[in-house]
């Protein structure tokens, strides 16, 4: 079993930035793929980043270049770092922990943006 703590979200102005950081405890392998995603209401969870434990990427195309997602295996924690952030980026954060064939996912931690 997989535990996962999301902090760092808030209410934040256009253009600003926030960090999010996602903290994993439990049994944790060493192979796995750490993740963000989010959703608002009345739309499926989408995507926003990934990363695998080998430093692989992955971006939604929305987030390129403003946003970037790390990992941090010591701490058995991933951050995303938001940038440039946009109103249309408002929704709860999700982080994910995919292991041994197991989905694990955090309780989510809301991001408003907005003047």
């Known amino acids: 079993q997989v535990q996962l703590v999301e902090s760092g979200g808030g209410l934040v102005q256009p253009g600003g930035s926030l960090r999010l950081s996602c903290a994993a405890s439990?049994?944790?392998?060493?192979?796995?793929?750490m993740g963000w995603y989010r959703q608002t209401p009345g739309k499926q969870r989408e995507l926003v980043a990934t990363?695998?434990?080998?430093?692989?990427?992955n971006y939604a195309d929305s987030v390129k270049g403003r946003f970037t997602i790390s990992g941090d295996n010591t701490k058995n924690t991933v951050y995303l770092q938001m940038n440039s952030l946009k109103p249309e980026d408002t929704a709860v954060y999700y982080c994910?922990?995919?292991?041994?064939?197991?989905?694990?996912w955090g309780k989510g931690t809301p991001v408003t943006v907005s003047s």
């Open positions: 994910s922990w995919y292991q041994g064939g197991t989905d694990y």
């Open positions: 990363i695998t434990s080998g430093g692989i990427r």
């Open positions: 439990g049994s944790i392998f060493s192979i796995k793929r």
